[in-house]
C-alpha cells in the first residue's frame, strides 16, 4: 500500500503544481497538457520521460484547472519533486518553502475544502512569490540549491569560498532584506487590503507578528551599518523607519481602542450573527482606522519593493 502524507497542505500541493507549470510551461498558471503529463511518465515516453508513474494516474491525481489531489501518496509526490531536480524528495521540497507558507491555513483540508479568504490568501502569496521568482531557475538557485548547499555546508561543516561581487557587510543585509521581504508578502502586510474581506483583527495579528520578526531580525546586524553610506544602510534605515514611525505610530494610535471596543462588540447580542466584515464597520472610527490600515498597508507594500529591487541588486 502506497505511503499517504500526513499533515498536507493545500498551500505546498498549490506551490509544487505551480513549479511544475513554471519550469515546464513557464508561466505558474499555465497547467500542463495531457499529452504534456504522458511526455512526463517513462512508461509512456521511455526515451525521454522522467518519472515513473502511469500517465492516467498522473492525469487523474494532477487534472487541469485543479490542484493536486489531496489523497495523493508520498511515492508520487516524490515523482513529481524530482521533475523539478532529480532526486529531490517531497519532504526537502515542503521544507525549502516552509518559510513562504501562509499562518492560518489548515493542514488536514484540500484546497476546495478551505474558506474563499484562505484560498485567496493562498493565491495572492504565490501571485508575491512569482512576482520576484519569475522563471523556474531563478527560483531553484535561490530557493532549492541554495537551502540545500546550506544544509550540506552545515552537516559538513564546511566553509564554501563563494565568489561574490559585494561586501560581506551588504551580503549580510541582504539576507536580512530577504527574509523581511517573505515575511511581507505571506503576511497581511504587503498584500493589498480588501476593505469587504479582510478582517482588522486578523490583519492585526499579523502586523503585531511582523513587528516582533523585524525586531528580531535587526537584533543580528551590527549597529554600526549604519554609519556607512550605501545602499545596505538605506535598507537598515528605512527598515528602522517602518518599524518605529510607520507600525509602532499606528498600533500605538489604533490598535488597541479599537480590540477594546470588538470585545465589547462581540459580547453584545444584537452582533451574535454579523460576520466579522460587517460587524467592525460598526467601530465609532471606522473610516479613520480603515483610511488609516490602507496608508500604512501601501507604505509596506512600497517597502517590500524596495527590498525586492535591494536583494536583486547585481
Known amino acids: 500500500m502506497s505511503r499517504r502524507v500526513k499533515n498536507l497542505s493545500a498551500f505546498d500541493l498549490k506551490f509544487l503544481k505551480a513549479l511544475l507549470n513554471l519550469k515546464i510551461n513557464e508561466k505558474y498558471t499555465s497547467d500542463l497538457s495531457t499529452d504534456q503529463k504522458r511526455d512526463l511518465c517513462i512508461t ?62 489548515s493542514e488536514h483540508k484540500s484546497y476546495s475544502e478551505l474558506s474563499n479568504r484562505q484560498q485567496e490568501l493562498i493565491d495572492k502569496t504565490l501571485t508575491g512569490i512569482f512576482f520576484k ?37 551588504v551580503e549580510k543585509i541582504k539576507t536580512f532584506a530577504n527574509r523581511i521581504y517573505i515575511e511581507l508578502i505571506t503576511r497581511k502586510a504587503a498584500i493589498p487590503i480588501d476593505e469587504k474581506k479582510d478582517v482588522i483583527e486578523e490583519v492585526y495579528n499579523s502586523w503585531y507578528k511582523l513587528f516582533c520578526i523585524i525586531r528580531e531580525e535587526m537584533k543580528s546586524l551590527p549597529v554600526s551599518y549604519l554609519k556607512e553610506e550605501n545602499s545596505a544602510s538605506t535598507i537598515f534605515s528605512s527598515t528602522i523607519e517602518i518599524l518605529n514611525e510607520v507600525l509602532r505610530t499606528h498600533l500605538t494610535e489604533h490598535q488597541s481602542k479599537f480590540r477594546n471596543w470588538l470585545q465589547v462588540a462581540k459580547a453584545a447580542s444584537r452582533y451574535k450573527k454579523i460576520a466579522p466584515q460587517e460587524l467592525q464597520k460598526k467601530y465609532p472610527e471606522y473610516k479613520i482606522l480603515i483610511s488609516s490600515l490602507k496608508q500604512i498597508n501601501k507604505k509596506l507594500i512600497n517597502f517590500s519593493q524596495q527590498l525586492y529591487n535591494f536583494t536583486n541588486e547585481s
Open 133 to 169: 521568482y519569475r522563471t523556474f531557475e531563478l527560483f531553484k538557485k535561490e530557493i532549492i540549491d541554495k537551502i540545500e548547499t546550506e544544509n550540506t555546508d552545515e552537516k559538513n561543516k564546511i566553509t564554501l569560498d563563494l565568489s561574490v561581487k559585494h561586501s560581506a557587510q
Open 44 to 105: 509512456h515516453n521511455w526515451e525521454d520521460g522522467i518519472i515513473k508513474l502511469h500517465p492516467d494516474h498522473l492525469t487523474r491525481i494532477m487534472p487541469m484547472g485543479k490542484e493536486i489531489s489531496h489523497s495523493v501518496s508520498l511515492n508520487t509526490l516524490n515523482q513529481l519533486c524530482s521533475i523539478l531536480k532529480k532526486e529531490y524528495k517531497w519532504h526537502s521540497f515542503s521544507a525549502d518553502i516552509s518559510v513562504f507558507r501562509p499562518e492560518n491555513i
